[in-house]
């Protein structure tokens, strides 16, 4: 059975850090690409980051940029987002899905999980 799991959420102060984990099973990243999307309540869904399997080429939407990475880990079928200078706005369930080949444009994952929460507030 094929599937991924985050892990990395929590509650932290503006300005803080976090680094979530994407952990996928029953599929290789060598050929898929691995993202994140989140969802905040009252707002849109929106696509985050995303790292493509042929060259690990990146994705990052404009809000995000500068203050998150996406990169593999040494582990295998592991994805880490280091989010930075994190800020009130930055709160939502973020979600990990993997896409076969390419980062899909849509958010038309194969793949996702259950989400986990980040929360930015003092």
């Known amino acids: 059975q094929s599937e991924v799991v985050e892990s990395g959420g929590g509650l932290v102060q503006p300005g803080g850090s976090l680094r979530l984990t994407c952990t996928a099973s029953?599929?290789?990243?060598?050929?898929?690409?691995i993202g994140w999307y989140r969802q905040a309540p009252g707002k849109e869904r929106e696509e985050v980051a995303c790292?493509?399997?042929?060259?690990?080429?990146?994705v990052y939407a404009d809000s995000v940029k500068g203050r998150f990475t996406i990169a593999r880990d040494t582990a295998p079928r592991t994805v880490h987002l280091q989010m930075n200078n994190l800020k009130p706005d930055d709160t939502a369930v973020y979600y990990c899905?993997?896409?076969?080949?390419?980062?899909?444009?849509?958010?038309?994952?194969?793949?996702w999980g259950q989400g986990t929460q980040v929360t930015v507030s003092s």
């Open positions: 899905g993997g896409h076969a080949y390419y980062c899909p444009s849509d958010g038309s994952w194969d793949y």
């Open positions: 029953g599929f290789t990243l060598d050929y898929y690409a």
């Open positions: 790292i493509n399997p042929a060259d690990d080429s990146t």
